[in-house]
C-alpha cells in the first residue's frame, strides 16, 4: 500500500533552517505529483510547495524565495529545505502524492519555530 513517512522537524530559531524529507514507498515514486502543506495550530492546511513528475515546482507566495522543494526519484524521496525561518512557519507539516487520481497522506512532522 502507498506509504509516505515525513522526517526532520523540529525546533529552530528564528533565522535557522530545517531540511523536511518524504519517503515515499508502496508505489513508483516517480510517477507521483508530490506536495509539502501544512496546518497551524486553529488554521486550515495550506499548500507550502509542489513538484511535478517532470520537476516543476510552484510556492505558495508565503514561503517563494525561502522554501525549496526537490525530489530524489532513485531515493524515493522529496525534500523541502526551509531557510529564513519564522516563528509563523510554526505547523506541522504533511506530505501528500496523487498518484493515480487519488491523493495519500503522511502523518507529518512538527516544525517550531522559537527563540
Known amino acids: 500500500q502507498v506509504q509516505l513517512v515525513e522526517s526532520g522537524g523540529g525546533l529552530v530559531q528564528p533565522g535557522g533552517s530545517l531540511r523536511l524529507s518524504c519517503l515515499g514507498s508502496?508505489?513508483?515514486?516517480?510517477?507521483?505529483?508530490m506536495t509539502w502543506y501544512r496546518q497551524a495550530p486553529g488554521k486550515e492546511r495550506e499548500l507550502c510547495a509542489h513538484?511535478?513528475?517532470?520537476?516543476?515546482?510552484t510556492y505558495a507566495e508565503s514561503v517563494k524565495d525561502r522554501f525549496t522543494i526537490s525530489r530524489d526519484n532513485s531515493k524515493s524521496t522529496v525534500y523541502l529545505q526551509m531557510n529564513s525561518l519564522k516563528p509563523e512557519d510554526t505547523a506541522v507539516y504533511y506530505c501528500?502524492?496523487?498518484?493515480?487520481?487519488?491523493?495519500?497522506w503522511g502523518q507529518g512532522t512538527q516544525v517550531t519555530v522559537s527563540s
Open positions: 513538484i511535478s513528475r517532470a520537476g516543476g515546482t
Open positions: 508502496g508505489f513508483t515514486f516517480s510517477l507521483g505529483a
Open positions: 501528500k502524492v496523487l498518484y493515480g487520481g487519488v491523493s495519500y
